[in-house]
T-cell receptor, first 115, second 112 residues
Framework: AQSVAQPEDQVNVAEGNPLTVKCTYS??????LFWYVQYPNRGLQFLLKYITGDNLVKGSYGFEAEFNKSQTSFHLKKPSALVSDSALYLC?????????????FGTGTRLLVSP | IAGITQAPTSQILAAGRRMTLRCTQDMRHNAMYWYRQDLGLGLRLIHYSNTAGTTGKGEVPDGYSVSRANTDDFPLTLASAVPSQTSVYFC???????????FGEGSRLTVL
């Protein structure tokens, strides 16, 4: 069965500092990995995805994520956090040989960036 | 602006009543999905449709039904609402197999 773990319910960082939001996964076959962001009372917005290719993926708003196959991780990173980055971040995964209806989401990590 | 439109934005409903949440997309995506989001449980798939005329059950389909008469519309119906169906409901769509999901703004449903 596919699963995603986001071990931190909340991450606190100061503006200007680097941030990391952790995600580990379990799938059969090659993983398709995604990060989404959700602002309060809004829908989810796509940030970035890993399907194949370079392990470091760059996405929207200066975010990037590194795929690590040996550690089955796909941590989200940003070199310098902004207060406006404060939101809920959700990691999602599906196996490469499954349909999109098999996409599994993590429970999310709330990022709070303080001024 | 292209995207997904959900209606209503918010609704309070008495238990036992029938309710349909509407979802329309203008991106001509083949696949559409309904998720519910609950605190501590994340997003869970209710029903999906890979193409017009077909639907499938997700992780939590009981108490819900869907139809996909055309490419653009994917309504979700609660035949007889119960308090456990209080949640935020998100409609989403995707185009090609590797593509990301596009989400609507959500419908907040409270069943009393």
């Amino acid at each position: 069965a596919q699963s995603v773990a986001q071990p931190e319910d909340q991450v606190n960082v100061a503006e200007g500092n680097p941030l990391t939001v952790k995600c580990t996964y379990s799938v059969s076959g090659n993983p398709y990995l995604f990060w989404y962001v959700q602002y309060p009372n809004r829908g989810l917005q796509f940030l970035l995805k890993y399907i194949t290719g370079d392990n470091l993926v760059k996405g929207s708003y200066g975010f990037e994520a590194e795929f690590n196959k040996s550690q089955t991780s796909f941590h989200l990173k940003k070199p310098s956090a902004l207060v406006s980055d404060s939101a809920l971040y959700l990691c999602a995964v599906r196996g490469g040989n499954t349909g999109f209806q098999k996409l599994v989401f993590g429970t999310g990590t709330r990022l709070l960036v303080s001024p | 602006i292209a995207g997904i439109t959900q209606a209503p934005t918010s609704q309070i409903l008495a238990a036992g009543r029938r309710m349909t949440l509407r979802c329309t997309q203008d991106m001509r995506h083949n696949a559409m999905y309904w998720y519910r989001q609950d605190l501590g449980l994340g997003l869970r798939l209710i029903h999906y449709s890979n193409t017009a005329g077909t639907t499938g059950k997700g992780e939590v389909p009981d108490g819900y039904s869907v139809s996909r008469a055309n490419t653009d519309d994917f309504p979700l119906t609660l035949a007889s609402a119960v308090p456990s169906q209080t949640s935020v409901y998100f409609c989403a769509s995707s185009d090609y197999r590797d593509g990301e999901l596009f989400f609507g703004e959500g419908s907040r449903l409270t069943v009393l």
